[in-house]
């Protein structure tokens, strides 16, 4: 009998937005680290990669971690293809049309992320940056 392989990656929610660690500009409510192992340090969870330790979240902070999708990601260069301000800074203008158009009520976040020319996340990301705590 074949023995299952270990999960290549974990998806580990917060409680509340959080600062992603690679983009300043980016608030996120969950992750997916590469992983194949996790432990617990005190009141830390710990995730590793073959014996690297590779993620450390306060258990206070995680809302809950499941096994995450072990699937090809879209390079950068496929990404910005879609998405072409990926990655770029907010100017003051796309801020104040983008809080204007919550405002007015909308939360179709895809069609959102179209006129702004990002991803849906990034759009809910920029709202809570923006002092947005309700989020649709």
Known sequence: METP???TAFRVTF???REDPN???VLRRAVTIHSDQLTFDSDHLVLWLVGTEV???SLGVIESIHPGPDRQRESPEELRARYPKMGQPWPQ???TRLLALYQQGERD???????FDRKPSAIRSRLAKLGLESLG
Do not use: H, I, T, V
């Open 109 to 115: 976040f895809d069609a959102l992320g179209k006129q």
């Open 5 to 7: 392989a270990a999960p």
């Open 23 to 25: 983009d300043s500009d």
């Open 93 to 95: 203008e796309d801020d």
């Open 55 to 57: 993620g450390r979240f």
């Open 15 to 17: 409680n509340d937005y």
